[in-house]
């Protein structure tokens, strides 16, 4: 999926008296200017709608079913006991849907996390250090900006895997969940790490980081205690976006066939239907569940994630 | 009424307008003066409320002259003379007033009726330094499309044209196909000029057109458009910050404070016998280049806050002068006899004497070159002489 | 376009190029079934060892000479051979998958850039106008669908449920000896539903990083000039505003093309279209790296040469660059 952000912006929010942000006051305004946009509280409440799903799976479908708990017919249409019919083993979709919620969050979340510490940090120590540090790492993102890394992944997961095994596993994580989460990471963070860099370098000007160095702060904690700050609003809302971006990924890559499957993710599923020849049979009650529930977190994270960028960086729109 | 009720046209502005090589516009009277605002108020609408960047604007402005606008940025000054062909931002709407070019009100038009007056009656000099110029169109072009679109013309005869423009504001027919950042500054500004002669006008506004320059090249355009201005009858409107090119350029000068006129009338008058506190104080924060002037008066203070304007005169908060009234009611607009009027409670009347005369700041005689008969003036406060006094 | 700017364009892709090969090399010595890899092979004799090693030339030095050997071999065309298809040359196997994603990923994008240029810039130029509340809503929705999300109810409805369109496939069996224009037709039937998915896909994020830079583009002093020489809104539009607004998407639609390839690989796979996607998928089944890692090959070399064009583009484009 295609950041929507162009990976070189103009120097952001220039303008904006970035150095007020910090006061708990705008904080607040900020988050009321978020939820005064339709698409920000449609968004908002689409992504509460599916945090709850992920959070109590169990208390509105009870258990994953598998294989063995199965209790449907094959691919049995929706009616009779099952709100969205049954796949090929009968397992209800309803059932893997929301569970699949989970699963696809846990791993967008995961996945986010993972860009936007190292994105935030590259970001923040190319723009603050400047110089040989500051080419160095842009000529590595413009790199990874060029290099298609969900093609990469595609060769990289299955490599990975037999070295160390699929059930190998990492603080209690399955590696099949690792890979992906990695992949998703190496894909996204360029941007991030480019965006805060043009910010951070815009903050970089203002007089209060000059007053810090006279004073006689190090470098890194006037990363800490005077860039990160005013950068962090930026991180939020890139984290958002990146978010919409994770879990479209995993939905790619698990379609592929890159998924664990004894985690259905939405793409898990989706994968499952393909391979069940579900969209020639015409089961579109095994495709429709999953796909909605991909499309609209991935629209919601949008939505949210544009309504934080807008309103951090109000491109003079009221001009005509 | 409180613009100037000279004699509409005079025969200097029929032969101006006997120049022209368009008609005048359909629905003109050519009895009627060139241009007229009157009590113009422009709104802006912020998030936090609704802002009067303009309020209660009057001037007039003849054929063949040339009005300068001065005061600090954002004192609405710009924003005065774009309301004119209403190039606002889209949050920005005229709220009340009129605009008579030739007689029509302008205010009331609708946005395709208003594009016939854009440009080939009103056109505008942007500063070069900006973004005016389309970065990725020849120079040929951006000055021959309104002669295209604009006049109708063919393609061939608006490049023709285009190049005598180019030729007539000092650029070489040869650089029509030059890309706006292959010229210097002086160059684009040039072009800019060249592209608002295109339409033959009838005004041209010059919204800081020599700002961003440096000194020579900012000379070199300021005598170009005077020339032009001698040459081709325009009128002109000069909006700067810069008081010595309205010393030097224009006939009239019309000081604005915090979206309102405080004094206007002949350069000649206001410059060396300001009456508004406010001119006075713009005029000694001046440097004066013929006076060996060490010691530059700053004006204490920042304009209001535009949502929260103070209720009375608004300079009143920077103001040495204020007395209590100057807090609390606005002040009129007298006209005195020597063709200014200011807006001040020091001159409730044209017949009142200034009540500050002793302890007025000595007022610098002279900026950039006076206009004849500038020193006639006594210095400090000219005498009042009866004129009619503002509603 | 000066010479320096295309050279340091062509200089930067050629880095890049060079990057991609080691980073491809290092793959091939870390793949399963990798020459060091049988090595460890702990029932081989310490001699048939030593010969493999000398025969597959892994006596000599890692860098250069492996690599240069690598290398020299990737450049005439020698991509190792293909485990799934019994031992043909990777390239060949790649040659026979190319076309028919070139013709689906090739004629998406060209409808997805007249199509998403023309709503996005519409839609930014109109702010909050019918176009965009419509347009950027049904733009936000496609961007947020993967490719095969958007293919798989096409099946479903277009192909599945009204006939109208084969649902799988590039061709139908024993075509071969039909008259041309049977053929081209039955090709044409099988390619409407795939070419809509990957359209559809594209068209939703071209006109909203349009919308975007047409509503920077807006602001512009450039903008207000035109205005000021009261020229309509229509011509301002396509003569000012977006001839600038187009520079910056240049850029972008050349850098997407990664992200493309790949979602085309899933809309391939819904389709069983016989191109890059499908070979990925049995190759991946197969576990037949050599062919995986050709196809990165291709596909990361693609879309160096698509930037160094998008490059190339724009400095057409924009004459401060090309002068």
Not at chain 1, 278 to 290: E, N, V
Not at chain 2, 161 to 189: C, F, N, T
Not at chain 3, 124 to 131: A, D, E, F, L, T
Not at chain 3, 166 to 195: E, R, Y
Request: aromatic fraction near 6%; charged fraction near 15%.
């Amino acid at each position: 999926m295609t950041p929507l952000v162009a990976p070189d912006p103009l120097p952001p929010v220039a303008a904006a008296p970035a150095g007020a942000r910090r006061r708990p006051g705008r904080a607040r305004t900020f988050v009321g200017q978020v939820l005064a946009r339709n698409d920000g509280r449609i968004g908002l409440l689409i992504l509460i709608a599916f945090a709850v799903l992920a959070a109590f799976p169990d208390l509105f479908v009870g258990r994953l079913e598998t294989a063995t708990t199965a209790t449907g017919r094959s691919l049995q249409p929706p009616g009779g006991g099952y709100l969205f019919g049954t796949d090929e083993l009968g397992r209800d979709v309803l059932n893997m849907t929301v569970h699949g919620a989970r699963i696809s969050m846990a791993i967008g979340l995961m996945a986010t996390m993972i860009t936007v510490v190292f994105g935030a940090l590259l970001g923040i120590i190319a723009g603050y250090v400047g110089g040989r540090t500051d080419t160095v790492i842009m000529r590595i993102s413009d790199f990874f900006l060029v290099l298609p890394t969900i093609v990469l992944a595609i060769i990289l997961a299955p490599v990975i895997l037999d070295i160390v095994g699929a059930d190998a596993e990492l603080f209690g994580i399955r590696a099949t969940m690792i890979v992906i989460v990695v992949v998703i990471g190496l894909t996204s963070w360029a941007t991030t790490a480019r965006i805060i860099r043009s910010q951070v370098l815009s903050i970089k000007m203002r007089m209060f980081v000059d007053r810090a160095r006279v004073i006689g702060s190090g470098p890194g904690r006037i990363m800490r205690r005077h860039v990160l700050p005013n950068v962090i609003n930026l991180i939020v809302a890139q984290a958002v976006l990146t978010f919409a971006i994770a879990v479209f990924t995993e939905t790619t890559l698990a379609f592929i066939g890159l998924g664990d499957p004894f985690a259905p993710s939405w793409g898990q599923i989706l994968n499952a239907a393909q391979s069940a020849g579900a969209p020639g049979l015409g089961a579109w009650w095994y495709i429709a569940p999953p796909a909605v529930c991909v499309v609209l977190v991935v629209l919601a994270f949008t939505l949210v994630g544009n309504a934080l960028d807008d309103v951090l960086n109000p491109k003079s729109g009221a001009r005509r | 009424m409180t613009v100037d009720p000279r004699d509409p046209v005079g025969s200097a502005a029929a032969e101006i307008r006997g120049r022209r090589q368009w008609p005048l516009p359909k629905l003109a009277d050519p009895k009627a003066p060139l241009l007229v605002v009157d009590d113009l108020t422009v709104r802006f609408r912020m998030p936090a409320g609704s802002v009067k960047a303009v309020d209660g604007v009057s001037f007039r402005l003849d054929d063949g002259e040339a009005l300068g606008i001065a005061g600090e940025s954002g004192c609405g000054k710009t924003t005065t003379a774009l309301s004119l062909v209403r190039l606002l931002p889209a949050n920005g709407r005229i709220k009340s007033g009129k605009v008579e070019l030739f007689g029509i009100d302008l205010v009331p038009k609708t946005e395709s009726q208003l594009a016939r007056y854009r440009w080939r009656e009103i056109s505008i000099v942007f500063q070069g330094a900006m973004n005016a110029l389309n970065p990725v169109q020849r120079i040929g072009d951006q000055v021959g499309e309104p002669i295209e679109i604009r006049l109708g013309q063919s393609r061939e005869s608006a490049r023709k044209r285009a190049g005598e423009l180019l030729e007539l504001v000092g650029i070489p027919r040869k650089r029509a196909d030059a890309y706006p950042h292959e010229l210097s500054g002086g160059m684009r500004q040039r072009a800019i000029i060249a592209m608002a002669l295109a339409c033959d006008p009838a005004i041209v506004i010059g919204d800081e057109p020599t700002t961003a320059l440096d000194v020579m090249v900012q000379a070199q355009i300021l005598q170009l458009l005077e020339q032009l201005r001698h040459d081709l009858g325009l009128s002109l409107m000069l909006i700067t910050h810069d008081l010595s090119v309205i010393a030097e350029t224009c006939d009239r000068v019309m000081v604005m404070y915090a979206g309102r006129v405080a004094e206007e009338g002949p350069v000649s008058r206001v410059f060396t016998a300001p009456r508004h506190p406010y001119t006075r104080k713009l005029l000694s924060s001046f440097p004066n280049i013929h006076a060996d002037r060490r010691t530059l008066d700053v004006i204490a203070g920042a304009l209001p806050d535009p949502r929260n304007p103070p209720p009375g005169c608004r300079f009143a908060p920077r103001c040495s002068f204020a007395m209590d009234v100057c807090r609390e009611v606005v002040p009129p607009e007298v006209r005195f006899a020597d063709g200014v009027r200011v807006a001040c409670h020091l001159f409730p009347t044209a017949d009142t004497a200034p009540l500050v005369q002793a302890s007025g700041p000595s007022v610098p005689l002279s900026i950039g070159r006076p206009a004849d008969g500038a020193h006639e003036a006594a210095p400090g406060m000219p005498a009042p002489v009866t004129g009619d006094r503002a509603p | 376009m000066s010479a320096r700017y295309l050279g340091r364009k062509v200089v930067q892709a050629f880095v890049t190029v060079c990057a991609i090969l080691v980073l491809n090399f290092l793959m091939f010595r870390m793949m399963p079934g990798s020459p060091d890899r049988v090595i460890k092979n702990p029932n081989l004799t310490e001699e048939t060892r030593a010969a493999l090693r000398a025969r597959w030339g892994l006596d000599q030095p890692l860098v250069p000479d492996q690599l240069v050997a690598y290398v020299k071999a990737t450049v005439t065309g020698d991509l190792g051979y293909s485990i799934f298809y019994r031992g043909q040359p990777v390239t060949d196997v790649l040659a026979a998958s190319v076309g028919p994603t070139v013709l689906l990923v090739g004629l998406a994008e060209v409808f997805a850039i007249i199509g998403g240029l023309a709503i996005g810039a519409y839609a930014g130029w109109r702010r909050g106008g019918k176009v965009d509340s419509i347009g950027t809503g049904a733009s936000l929705v496609l961007y947020s669908m993967p490719y095969f999300v958007i293919g798989m109810p096409l099946i479903i409805v277009f192909a599945a449920g009204l006939g109208w369109f084969p649902t799988s496939g590039m061709t139908t069996p024993g075509m071969s000896d039909k008259p041309i224009v049977a053929q081209a037709w039955d090709l044409g039937s099988h390619l409407v539903l795939p070419l809509v998915a990957v359209t559809l896909g594209l068209l939703g994020s071209y006109s909203i990083l349009m919308r975007s830079s047409i509503i920077d583009t807006r602001s512009e002093d450039y903008i207000t000039t035109a205005r000021a020489k009261g020229l309509r809104d229509g011509r301002i539009l396509r003569h000012h505003a977006f001839p600038n607004a187009l520079l910056p998407m240049v850029t972008l639609i050349a850098i997407n093309l990664g992200y493309v390839i790949a979602g085309a690989i899933t809309a391939e796979i819904v389709f069983s279209w016989p191109g890059l996607g499908t070979l990925t998928i049995h190759a991946l089944s197969a576990r037949d790296y050599p062919v995986l890692q050709g196809i990165f090959l291709l596909v990361a070399v693609s879309v160096v040469i698509a930037n160094l064009i998008a490059d190339i583009v724009y400095g057409y484009l924009d004459p401060r660059v090309r002068a």
